[in-house]
């Protein structure tokens, strides 16, 4: 189980203590200069609130390319998904796995026919209904600015034909869809900033 974990807003749309990173973010994620951190117990928390000039200025956006990439941008305590396919389209898959330990959560069997943003898309879906499932409020990492964009628009906006071959990923991307209908106040979706970070932990290798 995850350590509890507490965050100090010093600037954002609300600023105090909050007991979730979902809480957090929603102060936080798009606002200018945004200053935040995380603490392990709330006693440091309420010391960092009390102490202004102490404080870290962080931001929701990995930083600019000026050397390596730091590991304390990534949010290790999450979920990262990605698509493995034969062809685009052709056979898709997709798994989960804990960002940190890069361990299998889910994984799907490979379906008939499909696209790779059609498997991100379904892998982000199946994340958050696994992390809702269990009671998480982790959030989840692509790398598919495209299937981040259609699960912010509960619509998968594909030009994949419908005919029989394709007929189950759609289906699958209709319940997929529904599901965000029915729970628009899902845990947070990232992006994995590869050329930040190199390959999402979820990465299948089938590069070229």
């Not at 995380?38 to 962080?58: D, I, M, N, P």
Request: hydrophobic fraction near 35%; aromatic fraction near 10%.
């Amino acid at each position: 189980m995850a350590k509890k974990k507490f965050y100090v807003v010093w600037k954002g749309r609300k600023t105090g203590i909050f007991s979730t990173w979902a809480e957090c973010e929603a102060q936080v994620k798009g606002f200018p200069g945004a200053a935040f951190k995380s603490f392990a117990t709330k006693g440091e928390a309420e010391a960092a609130l009390k102490g202004g000039k102490t404080r870290t200025r962080t931001s929701t956006k990995p930083p600019e390319k000026t050397g390596s990439p730091s590991a304390t941008d990534v949010i290790w305590d999450s979920i990262s998904v990605d698509v493995g396919s034969h062809g685009n389209p052709g056979k898709v898959e997709y798994k989960g796995v804990d960002t940190k330990s890069g361990d299998v959560i889910f994984s799907r069997e490979p379906i008939e026919m499909g696209t790779n943003n059609m498997g991100e898309f379904l892998a982000i879906v199946h994340g958050l209904a696994y992390l809702k499932q269990h009671g998480s409020e982790r959030p989840v990492y692509s790398d598919s600015k495209t299937a981040i964009g259609w699960v912010k628009k509960k619509k998968a906006n594909s030009t994949l034909i419908r005919n029989a071959q394709t007929e189950e990923i759609w289906s699958l991307v209709k319940q997929a869809e529904a599901w965000l209908k029915d729970n628009p106040n899902h845990n947070p979706v990232l992006k994995w900033e590869t050329e930040l970070w190199g390959e999402i932990k979820a990465d299948y290798g089938r590069k070229g």
